[in-house]
């Protein structure tokens, strides 16, 4: 999601589109979730054949939208507004809270490494502590930026360190060292009326942060990655929405194993080489000035040779999944990495869009994902805000299909209202999603396309530090 304070607050950027194109690249028609061609019911739950819901835990004392996932071993670790909850999920049909912390500041993205929390905040805030208030962008002594914290008690996190960044930390992402742990912090929108947020803002934050002393985690770089500005952008028509200025980056997936990263940055999508943790080098970079607004995430395939990005098309606040907007927009962008004359290039190849008309009550745009680590295939499963959580296979790049979904029917049948899965990723064996209103999903899937996936156990899981499950 963007950044509560540019999007959402911009009615304008909710706009219905015009029509778009429904045969192009052979994408199909989207349907409606239920077997008889009608929207579901508010709040009721339906799922394809092969998706069981095995158990909801609904939103406790912290009343903010509910965001990222982290994992580790036998917790999840649950990003909200408001700060974070850690779950035991040792019985996934059966998950138990462990504890809660109150430290509000928005988006609270939340990546786990050994002993180390770390914490995304991109809101102003009077100062560092999980204390401090909201308050104006624009006053001199406003703090964003990543926290830290050490989970060697669960029940009990305890906060050591606070790095200030420039914008604020929209998201982060983990390269993990032996010794160091270094952050690449994802941010945007500069503005010449906010102190802590100034232009040009054209590259990435690297924190690094020394595992043994987390306690002087430190800015250690600010590499460019737009020498040039990047994406200018491309105002909005009456056929098409408003492609974004690139200033900055919404998120960035690394592959570590590959000394490889994908950032999602705004107007542009690109490739990077991460050999050097603290001085990435943009290997590839693409525009989408037709069908792609808002470039949001990026995800690798297990062999690293094919990208997904998102387009988060009216912030993540709007209804984008009806039959004005159509199967092109607010959808994701598959893109092979191809070698060509010694250099490493991103291809595009389709979109991929869940196949259901939502309502026009529900926000729903293509958000956060996770591969499904299936033998032989390129399986994704992905939430859609309202539009519930979607499985597809993308082994052939050109030829995506959904061969899975869970969904809830509208929050409201009357009104455009917040909510739906944030996050959805697969973890040794099921699908967990965080819901912005509801609460936290356990999901599991039965099919023979993702079943040589369940044996697949792996210790640690945050999604935009790519592991590899070979």
């Known amino acids: 999601m963007k950044r509560l304070r540019t999007a959402l607050a911009r009615p304008g950027r909710l706009a ?17 979730a239920t077997a008889d061609g009608s929207i579901p019911g508010v709040d009721e739950v339906v799922t394809s054949a092969n998706v069981e819901h095995l158990v909801n835990i609904p939103k406790q004392s912290l009343g903010g939208f509910n965001t990222d996932l982290a994992f580790q071993g036998r917790y999840a670790f649950a990003g909200n507004y408001d700060g974070f909850v ?34 995304s905040t991109d809101s102003s805030r009077s100062d560092n502590s999980c204390a401090s208030t909201s308050q104006s962008a624009a006053e001199k002594s406003s703090w964003e930026g990543v926290k830290v914290f050490d989970i060697s008690d669960k029940a009990n996190p305890r906060y050591v360190a606070a790095v200030e960044t420039a914008c604020g ?17 994802s941010s945007y929108s500069p503005s010449a009326s906010f102190p802590d947020c100034q232009p040009p803002h054209d590259g990435i934050s690297v924190v690094k942060i020394p595992r043994n002393h987390p306690e002087k985690a430190a800015v250690t770089a600010f590499p460019v990655l737009f020498p040039d500005g990047g994406n200018p952008g491309v105002p909005p028509t ?9 200033t900055g980056c919404h998120d960035i997936t690394a592959f570590p194993k590959l000394r490889l990263a994908a950032g999602a940055c705004m107007g542009d999508g690109i490739l990077m080489d991460i050999s050097d943790p603290e001085r990435p080098k943009v290997l590839d970079r693409v525009q989408d000035n037709v069908n792609f607004s808002f470039w949001h995430s990026a995800t690798f395939n297990e062999r690293g040779n094919k990208v997904v990005f998102t387009d988060e098309l009216g912030g993540g606040g709007g209804a984008e999944c009806n039959a004005a ?25 389709n979109y991929y869009k869940i196949p259901r008309h939502q309502a026009d009550t529900e926000n729903c745009v293509a958000h956060n994902g996770s591969l499904i680590p299936a033998k032989g295939r390129d399986i994704m499963v992905q939430a859609w805000y309202q539009g519930g959580v979607s499985v597809w296979d993308f082994t052939d790049s050109s030829r995506p299909k959904e061969i899975g979904f869970f969904e809830r029917g509208p929050i409201s049948a009357d009104t455009l209202t917040l909510g739906g899965s944030w996050s959805a990723y697969y973890y040794n064996g099921y699908i967990y999603s965080n819901d912005i209103a509801k609460g936290f999903d356990v999901l ?8 040589s996936a369940r044996g697949i156990r792996i210790a640690e899981l945050n999604v935009q530090t790519q592991p590899d499950y070979r």
């Open 169 to 185: 930390s929209h998201t982060h992402t983990l390269v993990p060292g032996k010794r160091d742990l270094f952050v690449y912090v």
């Open 238 to 246: 009456d056929t098409q929405a408003r492609v974004s200025e690139t």
């Open 325 to 349: 907007i159509g199967p092109q927009r607010g959808a994701d962008g598959i893109y092979d990495i191809v070698r060509k004359h010694g250099k490493s290039k991103l291809v595009f190849r």
């Open 86 to 119: 850690i779950y035991d999920i040792s019985r996934p049909t059966s998950p138990k809270m462990v504890s809660q912390v109150l430290c509000p500041g928005s988006q609270n993205d939340i990546s786990v490494s050994g002993n180390l929390l770390v914490l």
């Open 16 to 32: 219905t589109l015009a029509a778009a194109a429904i045969t192009l690249l052979g994408l199909a028609v989207p349907a409606p």
């Open 444 to 451: 599991k899937i039965s099919d023979r396309r993702t079943d």
